[in-house]
């Protein structure tokens, strides 16, 4: 059930007159749905014999509905399987999408079905990585290296761990981000979804793995998206799983075909790129926890700084780094008790 707080008359009227449904039964039918990090509301609504997903995007955040519709458009012209769209507001920031249902691989995955979805979800990302690198709709990584940064010094190091101390710790840091990108950027350029990880993915059938949350996609180095899947912060997957998802992923790829690369090139890829990811998520979920004050995702901060830790000790250019997260974890364990 919607409560008449939760969504405005306006919205409300609009919603109504667009799937031909009365006020009384979208509340009543209705249900506003959990959310995690995104600063966007969502609720399903009754649509036809089916259901729906009503998208709300709050006036001045960057999250647009406008991006989420282009992409959207272009992503199902290359077959990628993301949710239909049936009516779109752009002035109240609203999409009415189709409703993928409620297995999100995040707690759909097992032992049993893992080979079979993940498998389903790499081809997923054969499809979107040769989407053209339209520069007009797709951003450009180097422009959100810099701000990726910032995030994580600013919200995770300074506000969120609350240590002075952790000053002299600032320039490591930038030392060790810019080795990342410095590598990284060399890589081969493709469409990237920007966040591909199981709780973004949905089991749509046995054959059949849905996308969403894609409105960030952007031009970037390939790996990007590999890295959201093989060090995933629900699952922790047996080195014999990844090498096998790896080796299927380089077996279908035309991109690593037309760029020559074989599967050792393509696991230091990923492990790069994971890099720059986990620091990412670092200072996106701090700025979340800190502004917004959802608390959800801050158990996952104990894991993705291990995957920085363990990940920066495989190779030289980045191994003297590893200590540096390491030694923030205690930290993090003090601070995560007192909240």
Do not use: C
Request: without cysteine.
């Amino acid at each position: 059930m919607i409560q008449p707080s939760d969504i405005s008359a306006e919205s409300l009227k609009w919603v109504s007159e667009s799937i031909g449904v009365s006020n009384e039964d979208i509340l009543s039918k209705g249900q506003k749905l959990r959310i995690e990090s995104s600063q966007r509301t969502f609720f399903r609504i009754p649509f036809k014999d089916k259901s729906s997903i009503l998208m709300v995007v709050p006036e001045g955040i960057d999250e647009s509905i406008e991006s989420f519709y282009t992409k959207a458009k272009i992503f199902k012209q290359a077959n990628v399987n993301v949710p239909d769209i049936h009516f779109k507001n752009d002035s109240l920031g609203h999409l009415i999408v189709e409703d993928f249902g409620d297995d999100v691989l995040q707690f759909y995955l097992n032992k049993k079905n893992s080979n079979k979805l993940i498998k389903l979800a790499i081809d997923q990302i054969h499809k979107i990585e040769v989407i053209e690198l339209d520069k007009d709709i797709f951003s450009d990584f180097e422009k959100v290296t810099v701000n990726n940064l910032n995030l994580f010094k600013k919200f995770f190091l300074e506000e969120f761990l609350e240590v002075p101390e952790l000053e002299s710790s600032k320039d490591e840091i930038h030392e060790f981000y810019s080795i990342i990108i410095s590598e990284i950027r060399d890589y081969p350029q493709v469409i990237n979804h920007y966040d591909f990880e199981s709780r973004n993915l949905m089991s749509l059938s046995e054959e059949k793995i849905g996308v969403i949350d894609f409105q960030d996609a952007l031009i970037g180095p390939l790996g990007i998206d590999l890295a959201s899947i093989f060090k995933d912060l629900y699952i922790d997957w047996t080195k014999e799983e990844i090498v096998n998802w790896l080796d299927f992923y380089v077996e279908k790829s035309q991109i690593v075909k037309s760029a020559s690369l074989k599967s050792i090139d393509v696991k230091r890829m990923i492990d790069f790129a994971s890099l720059q990811r986990q620091t990412r998520i670092l200072g996106k979920l701090s700025q979340v926890f800190l502004e917004l004050k959802r608390s959800e995702r801050i158990k996952d901060f104990k894991t993705i700084l291990k995957y920085l830790m363990n990940t920066s000790s495989e190779y030289t250019e980045t191994k003297k780094y590893s200590d540096l997260f390491k030694n923030l974890i205690p930290t993090l364990e003090q601070r995560l008790k007192t909240l």
